[in-house]
């Protein structure tokens, strides 16, 4: 994160995070009364397969007996989503697992409670020989998000693997995964990494009509899960983003179990439904096409494994993030409240 960056969230905090529970839906503080219905309750999440199920629960009326209505509504960049957490715009929230940790460890009030994306990651190629890292040493990477997870993983497994992201790559920093995959296609750059379903949106769009006339072919070359397993041994699953809950709601451990159960259940759904999943999707997030979506999920390494449970592996790579940069984390590992209670979240499918 930038240090400019960080000044902005560390004064945010202290100008919002006082008011930020008093503008969740679930009232003021954990003394108000506890059992009041709100009128709304907002899942938010970004355009990526983390939020599929999130969509899902919003339409099924998975959670209709905690509020009056439940909207999913969407976030484009780290920058809102940091704000939309400090101002209390969101009840469950999507985000990266180390974005959470830095607000928790700057005084926001959330609890997070399940990862679920453990693999969406691809550098996606015009070169039909680039397979792993090393081959693209001298080349240019269009990369979104600069200090926040792609970029993240990209530099620890390539400075595992002995290549330099400063020097021995260019690195092409863009706002968001649909930005890097315009400059793919439009053939701007030769290489860039993309997170699902940015990553078969690309291949569909340059295999289709009239944008396949002006678009290379591309190629899925480099799973950065396997490059991760190569580079740090285990398996090929990357802690990388799961869902929060903010404010007051954190002292609801009953709304945060039905949270945690209904997650679990709609990923459950939209991992057998692709198709219905996908549509359901692209409504919500215009700029996502349907098809790729339903790709997305047939490509990507989906599991809600409650917080709890997945803490071995999120502490891992947290420490790792210590090392290189502090301020990724807020500075500490997150302590035990920062992982919402086995019992608020359920037994879970899956482990870390």
Same mark, same amino acid.
């Given at each position: 994160?930038?240090?400019?960056?960080?000044?902005?969230?560390?004064?945010?905090?202290?100008?919002?995070?006082?008011? *930020?529970?008093?503008?969740?839906?679930?009232?003021?503080? *954990?003394?108000?009364?506890?059992? +009041?219905?709100?009128?709304?309750?907002?899942?938010?999440?970004?355009?990526?397969?983390?939020?599929?199920?999130?969509?899902?629960?919003?339409?099924?009326?998975?959670?209709?007996?905690?509020?009056?209505?439940?909207?999913?509504?969407?976030?484009?960049?780290?920058?809102?989503?940091?704000?939309?957490?400090?101002?209390?715009?969101?009840? +469950?929230?999507?985000?990266?697992?180390?974005?959470?940790?830095?607000?928790?460890?700057?005084?926001?009030?959330?609890?997070?409670?399940?990862?679920?994306?453990?693999?969406?990651?691809?550098?996606?190629?015009?070169?039909?020989?680039?397979?792993?890292?090393?081959?693209?040493?001298?080349?240019?990477?269009?990369?979104?998000?600069?200090?926040?997870?792609?970029?993240?993983?990209?530099?620890?497994?390539?400075?595992?693997?002995?290549?330099?992201?400063?020097?021995?790559?260019?690195?092409?920093?863009?706002?968001? #995964?649909?930005?890097?995959?315009?400059?793919?296609?439009?053939?701007?750059?030769?290489?860039?990494?993309?997170?699902? #379903?940015?990553?078969?949106?690309?291949?569909?769009?340059?295999?289709?009509?009239?944008?396949? +006339?002006?678009?290379?072919?591309?190629?899925?070359?480099?799973?950065?899960?396997?490059?991760?397993?190569?580079?740090?041994?285990?398996?090929?699953?990357?802690?990388? =983003?799961?869902? *929060?809950?903010?404010?007051?709601?954190?002292?609801?451990?009953?709304?945060?179990?039905?949270?945690?159960?209904?997650?679990?259940?709609?990923?459950?759904?939209?991992?057998?439904?692709?198709?219905?999943?996908?549509?359901?999707?692209?409504?919500?997030?215009?700029?996502?096409?349907?098809?790729? +979506?339903?790709? *997305?999920?047939?490509?990507?390494?989906?599991?809600?494994?409650? =917080?709890?449970?997945?803490?071995?592996?999120?502490?891992?790579?947290?420490?790792?993030?210590?090392?290189?940069?502090?301020?990724?984390?807020?500075?500490?590992?997150?302590?035990?409240?920062?992982? =919402?209670?086995?019992?608020?979240?359920?037994?879970?499918?899956?482990?870390?």
């Amino acid at each position: 994160m930038h240090a400019c960056r960080r000044r902005l969230l560390a004064s945010s905090i202290a100008v919002l995070g006082a008011a *930020a529970v008093g503008r969740s839906a679930f009232g003021t503080d *954990a003394a108000s009364d506890a059992r +009041v219905r709100p009128a709304t309750l907002t899942l938010a999440g970004p355009p990526a397969s983390v939020s599929n199920p999130l969509v899902h629960m919003a339409e099924s009326g998975a959670l209709a007996d905690l509020a009056d209505e439940v909207r999913f509504t969407g976030w484009r960049d780290p920058d809102q989503l940091r704000l939309m957490a400090l101002d209390g715009k969101a009840d +469950v929230l999507a985000m990266p697992v180390n974005v959470a940790a830095n607000l928790y460890n700057r005084g926001a009030k959330l609890q997070l409670v399940n990862v679920s994306t453990w693999g969406i990651l691809w550098i996606v190629s015009r070169d039909p020989d680039v397979h792993v890292l090393k081959d693209l040493v001298g080349q240019e990477i269009a990369m979104p998000f600069r200090g926040d997870m792609p970029d993240i993983v990209f530099g620890l497994v390539a400075e595992r693997a002995g290549i330099d992201p400063r020097k021995d790559v260019q690195l092409r920093y863009v706002a968001s #995964p649909m930005d890097a995959m315009q400059l793919l296609i439009t053939r701007r750059v030769d290489h860039a990494l993309l997170a699902e #379903p940015a990553v078969s949106m690309a291949l569909r769009k340059s295999g289709s009509f009239p944008t396949s +006339v002006v678009a290379p072919e591309l190629h899925r070359a480099v799973d950065l899960q396997q490059e991760w397993a190569r580079a740090f041994g285990g398996d090929a699953r990357i802690p990388q =983003a799961g869902i *929060a809950v903010l404010g007051a709601l954190r002292d609801r451990p009953d709304d945060v179990a039905r949270i945690a159960a209904a997650y679990a259940r709609s990923l459950d759904w939209c991992q057998a439904n692709a198709t219905a999943c996908s549509e359901s999707v692209a409504k919500r997030i215009p700029m996502l096409q349907a098809e790729a +979506v339903a790709d *997305a999920i047939t490509h990507g390494h989906m599991d809600a494994v409650p =917080a709890q449970r997945a803490r071995p592996a999120l502490e891992s790579l947290f420490r790792m993030l210590l090392e290189k940069s502090p301020g990724l984390v807020g500075g500490k590992l997150p302590p035990d409240d920062f992982y =919402a209670s086995p019992a608020a979240t359920g037994t879970g499918r899956g482990s870390g």
